[in-house]
């Protein structure tokens, strides 16, 4: 029995040493990416959702207590503002979205046809893209200043307005605003995405099809796009993600005003968890804010992902 048992566990030894030796190389270069991971990405997930069931303010002199889901209750049923913001974020992340393809698929039509400089065009068109939000959100300020701001010079001159628009101050044109600086920062990066799909669709076919007498139209239709499903279907899951977790813009634009106007979730996070220092309503809204795109890309996976599984 002495034997069998000493026998037995020899053979673990050896069994963990050759697995030792087979994988753990592996599993070390594996190990900073999951430390990153735990330390940066499920320790203040983790910590986000612990916080939001505690009254926890850094102004307050009332000590941290365990609350539960109060927080969630008061935003979910009494905070006048909080669905407000969430139409805002749903107008902000869809009509992002939406502008942005409209966008991307015209310009890779036009980038993966045999234009003259197409390399240069092609370069340019990421410079947005690969340009610092904050950067680019203090650039379309100017632009929009409501005095010596270009949009309303060369708006003037002409002859579309008569009058200057305080572009991010007015409650009507703001949105407008927003939505167009999204789309020019955000398109090259899903132009880029369907271009690396469309050169990869085969010459025969779309020679074959125009020798059937397909028109161009017809074979974007019918050839092109459906083609380009699988990489629309998930460059617009990224750009949902990314919209709605977009809040350096907003905030380098407009604060969120005027007001509370053109706030959206993550912004309502900043303002309670650093402007108002209420660390456990600034959790609450995060944990909901989490909850809410995970919804949204539940919906869009629901609707759009069952031709491109």
Do not use: C
């Amino acid at each position: 029995m002495f034997t069998l048992t000493g026998m037995g566990r020899g053979e673990d030894t050896m069994l963990t040493r050759k697995f030792i030796k087979s994988y753990g190389f592996g599993y070390l270069l594996l190990a900073p990416a999951v430390l990153y991971l735990v330390a940066f990405q499920f320790y203040p997930l983790f910590e986000t959702v612990r916080l939001s069931l505690f009254d926890y303010s850094l102004i307050s002199n009332r000590a941290m207590s365990f609350i539960g889901l109060d927080h969630y209750t008061y935003f979910l049923t009494e905070d006048d503002r909080f669905w407000k913001i969430m139409r805002n974020s749903l107008v902000w992340v869809i009509g992002s979205t939406v502008f942005q393809f409209a966008v991307a698929i015209p310009a890779a039509l036009i980038l993966n046809a045999k234009i003259r400089s197409r390399g240069l065009w092609r370069g340019l068109m990421m410079v947005p893209w690969v340009s610092p939000v904050v950067i680019i959100g203090i650039v379309w300020k100017w632009i929009y200043d409501g005095h010596n701001g270009i949009a309303n010079h060369y708006l003037s001159e002409w002859g579309i307005i008569r009058e200057s628009i305080v572009w991010l101050g007015d409650d009507f044109w703001v949105w407008p605003a927003l939505l167009l600086t999204s789309v020019w920062k955000g398109f090259p990066y899903i132009a880029l995405m369907l271009l690396s799909g469309l050169t990869g669709i085969s010459k025969e076919m779309m020679e074959a099809a125009e020798v059937d007498g397909a028109t161009g139209w017809q074979r974007l239709v019918r050839i092109v796009l459906p083609l380009l499903k699988p990489i629309m279907y998930v460059t617009g899951m990224v750009s949902i993600v990314s919209s709605w977790t977009k809040f350096e813009m907003i905030w380098a634009l407009t604060n969120g005003g005027p007001g509370f106007e053109t706030s959206i979730l993550p912004t309502y996070v900043y303002t309670n968890a650093f402007v108002y220092y209420d660390l456990g309503r600034g959790s609450a809204i995060a944990t909901l804010s989490m909850l809410f795109v995970l919804v949204l890309v539940a919906i869009y996976a629901g609707l759009f992902g069952r031709d491109n599984e």
